[in-house]
C-alpha cells in the first residue's frame, strides 16, 4: 500500500506512524470499500438482467398472442422475490381470485415457484394467510399413508421456514389433516404433530455427519412412549418409520442455495465487535449476526458466508475484565469448561471445527457492551420452537380425563 499524506505536527505522516490496529482497521476499510464496489456493480448488472429478461420475456408469437401468459410470467418472478406482491399483482391482473383456496391452488402446483418463497407465504399470520395454509395442506393426499410418507410429500411441497411459530402452525395443520384422513391410527392430533417432529429430528440424527451417537431403533421407541393419549404406539409402527427413515432421508427442496442469506435477513442483532484470535491473541474487527440462537462473524459486511458460527448452547456470557485495553469486553463461556461446539473457516477456505473453551469479544461503548450481552443471553435461554414441543408432548403424555 502506498504512503498516504495527512495533516500533522509537521504537515505529513505516514501509515507506519498508526498503530497496528489503525493499519488493520484501515486495511479493512480499503477492502470494505474495493467489495462494496465490486458487489454494487454485480447488484446492477443482476438487476439489469432481471429487469430486461422481464421486459423482454415471452416474447413469442404464443406470448403477442396472449398477453396473460406474460403477465403470469411476471407474477411468478415477483412472487419469488416478494411473496406478498407477488399474489397482490396476480389477483389485481385477474389471474387469481382474490381467494384461500385459488391461492393455495396456485401455491400447490407450484410451476416455476421458489419452494422458499411458498414457505415463506404460508408462514404468515395474518387471517388470509393462515387459511391459505389450511386450504393448501387440505390439498394433500395422505389417506392410506404411513406417517412418513405423508411427511415426505408435505416437506417436499414447500420450504419449512426458520421460525418456530410458523413451523408450529404449519405442522399443526398437517397433523390435523393426516388424522382426518387416516381416522383410529393416532388417539388424538397432538400425538400427530409430537411423533412428526420426533420422526424430523430422527432423520437429522440418523443422516447429519456432525452427530457421532446415532440412535437405536431402541431407543426411538423409548423416546416416544407414552405419547399416544398417554398410551404406547405399537412397536411395529414405531420400528417401521425408523426403518423408512433410516433407509431413505427426508428430501429437502433447495431450489436458491442462499439459506444463510435468508437466515441473516431479520437478525435479532448485528454490529461490529473485536473479536479476540485463538492462537494469537491480536484483536479483529469483525462483523457479528446473533440469529436463530447462533452467533455468527463475517470479515466484512459483504461476505456471503460467515467466517464462524458459534452455536448459543451450554455456554454463559460473562462481564470481561481481563484485559485493561479492553473496558467494553465480555466473554463466552462453555458452561463445562468443555470446548465450545463451533466452527470456523481456515485460510483455505475449509470448515473446521474449532477449538475454543471461550470466546472474547469487545464492543465500542458500554452501552453497545450491555445489549450485546443481553440479546446473546435472550438468546440462549429462549428456545420457543422446543418450548411448544414440549408443551405439546405433555399434552399428548397425559390422558385428561374430565
Known amino acids: ?10 504537515g505529513s505522516f505516514s501509515i507506519s506512524d498508526l498503530s497496528l490496529e489503525e493499519q488493520e482497521l484501515l486495511e479493512d476499510i480499503r477492502k470494505r470499500k474495493l467489495q462494496l464496489l465490486q458487489e454494487i456493480k454485480q447488484l446492477k448488472d443482476e438487476i439489469a438482467e432481471v429487469t430486461a429478461e422481464m421486459e423482454s420475456m415471452d416474447f413469442s408469437e404464443d406470448s403477442k398472442n396472449n398477453p396473460k401468459t406474460k403477465q403470469m410470467s411476471i407474477g411468478r418472478k415477483k412472487f419469488n422475490m416478494d411473496p406478498k406482491k407477488g399474489i397482490e399483482y396476480l389477483i389485481e391482473n385477474g389471474l387469481l381470485q382474490n381467494t384461500p383456496e385459488d391461492v393455495a391452488q396456485f401455491l400447490y402446483k407450484g410451476e416455476g415457484l421458489n419452494k422458499t418463497a411458498i414457505g415463506e407465504y404460508l408462514g404468515e399470520r395474518n387471517d ?9 395442506v387440505n390439498l394433500h393426499e395422505f389417506s392410506d399413508m404411513i406417517l412418513v410418507q405423508a411427511l415426505r ?3 417436499w411441497s414447500f420450504r419449512l421456514p426458520g421460525e418456530a411459530q410458523k413451523i408450529d ?3 399443526e395443520c398437517f397433523a390435523e389433516r393426516y388424522c382426518e384422513l387416516n381416522p383410529g391410527v393416532f388417539q388424538t392430533n397432538d400425538t400427530c404433530y409430537v411423533l412428526s417432529f420426533a420422526i424430523i429430528m430422527l432423520n437429522t440424527s440418523l443422516h447429519n455427519p456432525s452427530v457421532k451417537e446415532k440412535p437405536s ?3 426411538f421407541i423409548m423416546m416416544n412412549k407414552g405419547i399416544n393419549d398417554g398410551g404406547d404406539l405399537p412397536p411395529a409402527l414405531l420400528t417401521s418409520l425408523y426403518e423408512s427413515i433410516k433407509k431413505e432421508p427426508f428430501k429437502i427442496p433447495e431450489d436458491d442455495g442462499n439459506d444463510l442469506m435468508h437466515t ?5 442483532k448485528e454490529g461490529w465487535l473485536w ?11 469483525r462483523w457479528f449476526i446473533l440469529n436463530d440462537n447462533c452467533l455468527y462473524y463475517f470479515e466484512y459486511t459483504t461476505d456471503k458466508e460467515p467466517r464462524g458460527i458459534i452455536p448459543l448452547e451450554n455456554i454463559q456470557v460473562l462481564d470481561g475484565k481481563l484485559d485493561k485495553n479492553r473496558p467494553n469486553s465480555f466473554e463466552l463461556v462453555s458452561n463445562n469448561n468443555e470446548i ?4 470456523k473457516t481456515d485460510s483455505e477456505g475449509k470448515v473446521v471445527e474449532g477449538k475454543h473453551s471461550y470466546y472474547r469479544m469487545s464492543a465500542a461503548t458500554p452501552e453497545e457492551k450491555e445489549e450485546w450481552m443481553r440479546c446473546i443471553k435472550a438468546s440462549i435461554n429462549e428456545h420457543p420452537f422446543y418450548d411448544m414441543l414440549v408443551a405439546r408432548r405433555k399434552k399428548a403424555t397425559h390422558n385428561v380425563t374430565k
Open 275 to 285: 473479536k479476540q484470535g485463538g492462537r494469537y491473541k491480536s484483536w479483529k474487527r
Open 153 to 155: 410429500q408435505f416437506l
Open 264 to 268: 441473516f435477513f431479520n437478525p435479532d
Open 340 to 343: 465450545i461446539k463451533a466452527c
Open 128 to 136: 388470509f394467510n393462515v387459511n391459505v395454509l389450511k386450504a393448501f
Open 217 to 219: 431403533v431402541d431407543r
Open 1 to 10: 500500500m502506498q504512503t498516504q499524506e495527512a495533516p500533522g505536527n509537521d
Open 169 to 171: 402452525r404449519m405442522m
